[in-house]
């Protein structure tokens, strides 16, 4: 399976993302409710599809996140695709499922393709803006920066309920849950979350960084045009003076993920501090990029762009199997989906 995934890059002719995984199955297990379907022709796998159970903060409603579908390119154009998502919609149903939703990477065509036709629509575009970490950024004095400190957690958590409060899959957090969080997903931990405070000691930001390679790997399977002329031009640069580093086609990225940040609006700039400082540590690690996932509205994005980030977008496609689908705007990602 690992080798039919190294053959089915998500993108087109022109762009292409990889993903290259250690085993297919441990990503699932930061889920409750997971199931991974498995097609076969002739005794070989064909492909296969990955789905996992969520419920809406209130309880009342389930819905079904489509993690992947992987067809072996010997098997495409055979109907295998739309049989496993078809099996997949049919154990949502049962387990009462109101929507069915997924990610399709914008270059992706031939996914939106397949997914429009089976009835799915386009809900959200969500961006990922990848600050490139190349150089030390100055923080301001202003603003203490510290790893949280777990016996005051509760205040980190206020700022990211506030702050995710009414976007679509946000489910708030307590400590408890929150704390049981930060130690269950792989590469996270409380060591990897800052708080940002002020004068008056007020929280005013916060952050943690996501190291995901522990599950995954991600590289450019096919280089845009404009990456490889960009990694040209800087690489004459680079003789000279400091600039952005570029994975070429085929190397991994170098990334942690910027997840469960929240902010005082207010304090914009105690949030571009915070950015800076987890910019510092990036640089430290040799990562060359930080990267976030957010909504378009996302007030962050506002803030990302001061430093000047390259910027991806992922599509979000869902179907209802019983009524009219909910707004998805402004939407809340969950950094556990980002596995391609």
């Not at 993108?11 to 290259?20: F, H, L, N, S, T």
């Not at 109907?79 to 049919?90: M, N, P, Q, S, V």
């Not at 390679?213 to 004459?236: C, D, I, T, W």
Request: net charge neutral; hydrophobic share 40%; proline share 6%.
């Amino acid at each position: 399976m690992l080798e039919i995934e190294k053959l089915c890059p998500q993108g087109d002719e022109k762009c292409a993302m990889g993903v290259d995984k250690k085993d297919i199955i441990t990503r699932y297990k930061m889920y409750d409710n997971w199931d991974v379907f498995v097609a076969e022709e002739g005794g070989k796998v064909a492909g296969w599809i990955g789905l996992t159970l969520k419920t809406t903060p209130e309880q009342k409603e389930k819905y079904v996140y489509i993690t992947e579908v992987m067809v072996d390119p010997a098997f495409q154009r055979t109907g295998i695709a739309t049989r496993l998502i078809k099996e997949a919609e049919k154990k949502a149903q049962e387990m009462e499922a109101a929507y069915a939703y997924c990610y399709i990477y914008e270059p992706n065509k031939a996914s939106r393709f397949l997914f429009e036709k089976m009835g799915y629509s386009e809900m959200r575009s969500i961006k990922f803006p990848g600050i490139s970490t190349y150089k030390k950024l100055d923080v301001p004095p202003e603003y203490s920066i510290k790893p949280v400190d777990t016996k005051k957690i509760n205040d980190a958590v206020n700022l990211i309920n506030e702050y995710n409060s009414g976007f679509r899959h946000f489910m708030p957090f307590t400590a408890q849950t929150f704390g049981s969080r930060l130690k269950f997903i792989p590469g996270y931990g409380p060591e990897n979350f800052w708080t940002v405070r002020d004068k008056e000691n007020k929280i005013a930001a916060c952050a943690g960084l996501w190291d995901s390679s522990g599950l995954a790997h991600l590289y450019y399977a096919r280089e845009p045009a404009a990456m490889k002329m960009m990694a040209s031009v800087f690489g004459a640069l680079s003789h000279i003076t400091k600039v952005p580093e570029f994975p070429a086609e085929g190397e991994h990225f170098r990334v942690l993920y910027i997840v469960d940040y929240a902010f005082d609006k207010r304090q914009n700039d105690a949030m571009l501090a915070l950015l800076k400082h987890l910019n510092n540590i990036s640089f430290d690690r040799r990562q060359d990029f930080l990267m976030a996932m957010t909504d378009p509205e996302d007030d962050l994005l506002a803030i990302t762009k001061k430093l000047k980030p390259q910027t991806e977008t992922w599509n979000v496609f869902a179907r209802s199997f019983e009524r009219e689908l909910p707004v998805f705007s402004p939407f809340y990602v969950d950094i556990r989906d980002m596995i391609p």
